[in-house]
């Protein structure tokens, strides 16, 4: 079995093509200023559809997580396996693997800096994140 | 609002059994419940004109088995709190007089998974692009995000977590229908194989096979009924997201607050005025998020109120008596099962019977605390 891959539709393409180039991708509204994730058209904080595509700095902290012993297809060999949500320095969440650490929870402590890096899936590249300085 | 225009669960009633039932599909586990429901309200299932439950089979699937064609359906489909917001739905259709007499079921073989649906997974989808990548296996690894958090910032430990289900254990055993009826320790829990790091074995539900179902009416004809009429007194509904990486607060449940201030405002009471609880259980945390929510303790003390003791047999706030989705049983959508219990206990007719259960209130969660429904029962009308 392989991992889950992604199937960009056309309102994340700008997300995933930014991930191809190494680069983290939010949208920020024009109206309010808020930036926000996961990509869609129309600003869920104040509902303005002004808004516009910027390079987060992949900059984030540990917000929470599981360990998961009962892995999803094509996780089976790398043993249990951190499902995390880390919180972007922009302020938007997002789901995520944690890579570069041993995913246990001695070493995986909330709040711990991290950085975004990109794990080749198939067509996409996915954005994971490392502890700073721990960049693949 | 005026005693006439109340509305009552006039039947309630399970299937004949719950837990392992492999020679059952599960549109005959809708059916096999419907029967049961109709017969307590005593009535003919030709007295049904309107009916709800979620898809699949849907609403248009069960009348027809049923050989019924209602004049009001509803196939609200919000994961496991649907049939609360079926309940709701129901009382403000009966209000309209858009219906009389709803049927409302749930069947669902989700242990054996004879005539399931297969879970869908869509990798176009929002959690098929920014979540399922990274190895998700539903319920197990996405509702339970949220509580390391929650340990962080108050302080709940892993031995508070794991006497959620301790506490539970205890009522299931005094249930004959539990599937788990020992009681057990916080030891056993916390020695239970790890499924998701800080989640044990023991403190995630159980995944069994039933079905359940309601007959609502209005309360001006209570006494056409043979049981004990049980009035929904103020019922709540409420969402919040559909990936738990973007719930607002992760030591809270915005779904479950908003839709419990709803119910008890609607009620018109407050929570010393419960006698007993019924709060959606597919994992230890979910009571410790829905007793904070509906405002019972404050934010952080639900950890350490349920280690006291206060909410198991003998306990100021009965919560569970069923045993719950951690030990009674949980088909997948549990929350037929927590409205069961929940009207047993205001008749007066559940295995582990509260006292003066005049007021049950019941907490639904859907998708990994991307809904809520709250239902707030009494033994008198308003």
Redesign the interface.
């Known amino acids: 079995m392989t991992k889950a891959i992604p199937q960009p539709t056309p309102e994340t393409q700008p997300f995933w093509d930014g991930c191809a180039r190494g680069e983290l991708m939010l949208q920020r509204c024009l109206a309010c200023g808020k930036p926000y994730f996961y990509p869609r058209p129309i600003c869920p904080a104040c509902g303005s559809t002004d808004i516009e595509w910027f390079t987060a700095s992949g900059q984030a902290t540990l917000y929470s997580y599981v360990i998961n012993h009962r892995p999803a297809p094509g996780f089976e060999d790398q043993g249990p396996y951190a499902i995390a949500v880390v919180e972007l320095a922009e302020g938007p969440r997002m789901m995520t693997n944690i890579v570069g650490v041993p995913n246990t929870p001695e070493d995986l402590v909330l709040d711990m800096a991290l950085q975004v890096t990109f794990e080749q899936r198939g067509e996409i590249s996915l954005p994971v994140f490392a502890p700073v300085g721990e960049q693949q | 609002m005026s005693q006439d225009r109340g509305v009552i669960i006039a039947g309630a009633a399970e299937t004949d059994a719950v837990g392992k039932l492999p020679n059952h599909s599960t549109l005959q586990l809708h059916i096999e419940a419907a029967v049961n429901a109709v017969a307590d309200a005593g009535l003919a299932m030709r007295d049904i004109d309107g009916v709800a439950t979620v898809n699949a089979p849907g609403p248009v699937q069960v009348a027809h088995a049923l050989g019924i064609t209602p004049r009001w359906m509803d196939g609200t489909g919000v994961g496991g709190t649907s049939f609360l917001l079926h309940v709701r739905h129901a009382a403000a259709a009966i209000r309209a007089g858009y219906a009389t007499t709803v049927l409302i079921t749930h069947g669902e073989s989700g242990r054996s998974r004879v005539g399931a649906s297969p879970f869908p ?4 989808s ?1 959690p ?10 539903g319920p ?3 509702f ?6 929650y340990m ?1 910032e108050y302080g709940l430990t892993h031995e508070q977590l794991a006497y959620v289900a301790v506490a539970q254990r205890k009522w299931a055993a005094q249930n004959p229908r539990a599937m788990f009826r020992d009681l057990m320790t916080v030891e056993d829990v916390l020695a239970s ?7 044990h074995l023991l403190e995630c539900c159980l995944v069994t096979d039933g079905g359940g179902a309601l007959i609502v009416a209005a309360a001006d004809r209570a006494a056409d009924f043979p049981k004990p009429a049980v009035h929904v007194l103020g019922t709540g509904e409420a969402m919040e997201t559909p ?4 719930m607002v607060d ?1 030591t809270e449940s915005e779904a479950f607050r908003q839709a419990g201030l709803a119910a008890f405002a609607e009620a018109g009471i407050t929570t010393a005025d419960v006698r007993h609880l019924m709060i959606y259980d597919a994992f230890a945390h979910v009571p410790i998020y829905g007793v904070e929510a509906l405002g019972f303790v404050a934010k952080g003390e639900a950890g350490a109120f349920i280690a006291e003791g206060n909410t198991e047999p003998g306990g100021r706030l009965p919560l569970n008596t069923n045993g719950g989705g951690l030990s009674y049983t949980h088909t997948g959508m549990y929350g037929m099962f927590a409205i069961q219990e929940g009207v047993r206990q205001v008749r007066g007719e559940a295995s582990a019977q509260v006292p003066d259960a005049d007021i049950s209130v019941i907490l639904g969660n859907g998708g990994m605390f991307a809904t809520s429904g709250v239902l707030v029962l009494g033994r008198a009308g308003r």
């Open positions: 997974r869509g990798g176009s929002m098929g692009q920014f979540e399922a990548p990274y190895g998700t296996t197990t690894s996405t339970t995000i949220p509580v390391l958090r962080k194989r790890m499924v998701a790091y800080p989640f990936m738990i990486s973007q992760f």
